[in-house]
């Protein structure tokens, strides 16, 4: 490219191992690095206003073309802590569910759980603003990323999205990837993992620069959440990709 390769990241918890490299100035000269939530990052990726974007995995299909540009991602292999269905009743007592405006994996995730995991059939809303506060009752919610991690502390019932995928289909799920709407040079996304390699390799520099007393980020980067995507990680997200056009989901 004649100019630089714009990212775009989530801002997040979960991201900073991953971004922490980018932030320090490595690929400085190479790239430009803007932050918000996942919803508005895929957006920015389908109408080419970012080249590369750390991505809910739910907008592959709407791209016209997609490359991993990294061999990292948002992956769990069980629970993940911060995708949750939080109620005050047991899931099955359930009439209602807020779905999180900030990702549409992770609530088309969960329609996907309602249907076919815990063979439930409440009245779906959407959201655009914070909603915990409604989460009252039989009123349940799907909240994400930092929010989640607060929430585990007030809700009665808990319910992990990426445990109940891992018991549902015995294998891993991919919340996001470093994915690009147009190739990208090897040489490149070599440098771009060694950058996303600097942070994992100092978990506990990232800890100590983000305090976070809510939650332990030592077990959050080291156990709930997965960074290296493999090939089980890929089989995981191709069976998502599948429940997602069975349903027929379409992502706006």
């Not at 979960?14 to 980018?22: S, V």
């Not at 047991?90 to 990702?103: C, G, K, N």
């Not at 969960?110 to 506060?133: C, G, N, Q, S």
Request: net charge negative; with cysteine.
């Amino acid at each position: 490219m004649d100019r630089k390769i714009r990212v775009g990241a989530v801002s997040y918890l979960n991201t900073k191992p991953l971004i922490y490299g980018l932030e320090k100035g490595m690929l400085q000269d190479e790239i430009t690095l803007e932050m918000d939530f996942p919803a508005n990052i895929a957006g920015k990726l389908l109408d080419d206003s970012i080249d590369i974007g750390l991505v809910p995995v739910a907008i592959i299909p709407r791209l016209r073309q997609h490359h991993f540009v990294a061999d990292y991602g948002i992956c769990c292999d069980g629970p993940v802590a911060s995708v949750c269905l939080f109620s005050e009743v047991p899931v099955e007592a359930i009439t209602e569910v807020l779905l999180d405006y900030q990702s549409r994996t992770s609530v088309r995730l969960a329609r996907i759980l309602m249907k076919e995991f815990w063979k439930i059939d409440p009245v779906i809303t959407d959201t655009r603003d914070d909603f915990r506060e409604r989460i009252t009752s039989t009123t349940a919610g799907v909240v994400i990323g930092d929010r989640a991690l607060e929430q585990r502390s007030r809700s009665r019932y808990v319910y992990d999205l990426g445990e109940a995928w891992k018991l549902m289909t015995g294998l891993p799920f991919v919340f996001a990837g470093w994915i690009s709407n147009k190739p990208i040079s090897s040489d490149f996304i070599a440098s771009f993992n060694a950058a996303n390699e600097y942070g994992l390799n100092r978990l506990e520099e990232v800890i100590t620069q983000h305090p976070y007393p809510a939650y332990d980020l030592h077990k959050y980067y080291t156990e709930d959440i997965i960074y290296k995507l493999d090939a089980e990680k890929m089989k995981g997200l191709e069976l998502y990709l599948d429940y997602l056009q069975r349903f027929g989901f379409q992502v706006k």
